[in-house]
């Protein structure tokens, strides 16, 4: 395919510009372009700017069907702030376990052990074993019995709260301008985009509600807790026949953690077919890029945000590093949050910490 030619040497462009280091200094482009919010000189845009016009050429060598436009997306430092000092859904868990008057003192032993554990990461730097279940089993039992609308609200209520590490930004803000151009820009040329995400499927479809995201709940994924009728109680769903005034509630009981592979499984059996463009930022993508690239019969590819920004954003150098490299490796597109977006949340918003 020409395309793969052309990716060859935009790729040969784009890992001599990092090793010569040169970072962008470019003007923001003209605000009708699509991604006017990206600096000119970015090869990472570039490169999906061509493909875009290669694979949406009909008649052309790489041409896709708008039905087999299919772009995934991970949601934590992909689109949305991935910690402040923690995921969103950690963050949240603490505050239900922690701090919320309304269940502080309804909290089992096991949530709040798991609550204070986040606070050891947090604040100390701490690494806990299989936290990552941890969390998702007491997310499905601390709001177990909710409504899904419930559910929502509360989520819509913690959003509204200051984001603790930035002034001008609450917790449902945190969504990162470029990226939401590149949402934009993929619909408009006829994708279908889906959010992937290890997070809660309720909750990232929380912080998606009433965003400037402008994705519906059928297309964000994540990870999964169990869903039963009001009036279920501890009958198993192939002997319950949902009734009129049944509602549907928070089942309590976790079921599976949406990262790594996982994310490949879930990707077939729920969309049905393999997308084409990937959007991730860390090893937790990783199957999900490779999946999107390898062997597939449509042109392909797969960015990875690198978070090399620490004035504008909670950045980790080493963490960038270790991800241009994997990106060398792998041919995965590495984006620059530094070097290749004139801004991050907007003009209104700051890093605390900058100015430390």
């Known amino acids: 395919m020409k395309f793969k030619a052309l990716r060859t040497i935009l790729c040969l462009a784009l890992c001599l510009t990092l090793a010569l280091g040169v970072a962008s200094a470019a003007e923001t482009a003209a605000s009708e372009e699509p991604l006017s919010l990206w600096t000119t000189d970015s090869v990472a845009k570039e ?58 003192d309804k909290a089992s032993d096991f949530e709040r052990e798991t609550a204070l554990k986040i606070v050891g990461q947090n604040n100390y730097g701490l690494s806990f074993s299989g936290l990552e279940v941890d969390h998702g089993k007491c997310i499905a039992s601390a709001f177990a019995g909710m409504t899904i609308d419930e559910f929502n609200a509360y989520i819509q209520e ?31 040329n006829g994708f279908t985009v889906y959010v992937v995400s290890g997070t809660d499927r309720f909750i990232v479809r929380g912080i998606a509600y009433d965003s400037p995201l402008g994705i519906p709940p059928r297309q ?11 009036k279920q109680g501890d009958t198993n769903g192939l002997n319950y026949v949902f009734v009129e005034d049944d509602v549907l509630i928070l089942g309590g009981e976790f079921v599976v953690k949406n990262l790594k592979m996982n994310k490949v499984s879930v990707i077939i059996q729920e969309i049905g077919q393999r997308p084409v463009l990937s959007f991730g930022n860390s090893t937790g993508d990783a199957s999900m890029a490779e999946y999107v690239t390898s062997n597939n019969p449509y042109a392909s590819m797969a960015f990875m945000l690198c978070c090399d920004d620490t004035v504008r954003e909670n950045g980790n150098q080493d963490k960038a590093d270790k991800m241009f490299t994997l990106c060398e490796t792998f041919g995965w597109v590495p984006i620059s949050m530094r070097d290749d977006w004139t801004t991050i949340y907007g003009d209104g918003v700051t890093r605390k910490a900058a100015a430390d």
């Open 158 to 188: 913690f959003k509204k709260l200051p984001m603790p590490g930035y002034d001008g930004m609450n917790r449902g803000g945190g969504w990162y301008l470029p990226m939401l151009q590149v949402v934009d820009y993929l619909k408009d």
């Open 220 to 230: 964000i994924i994540g990870s999964d807790e169990t869903v039963v009728a009001s």
């Open 47 to 104: 490169m999906l700017v061509t493909y875009i016009q290669a694979v949406t050429e009909e008649g052309g060598e790489d041409y896709i069907p708008p039905i087999d436009r299919i772009a995934v997306f991970d949601l934590d430092g992909t689109l949305f702030c991935e910690t402040d000092p923690n995921y969103f859904d950690y963050t949240l868990l603490v505050y239900r376990v922690l701090e919320d008057p309304d269940y502080k």
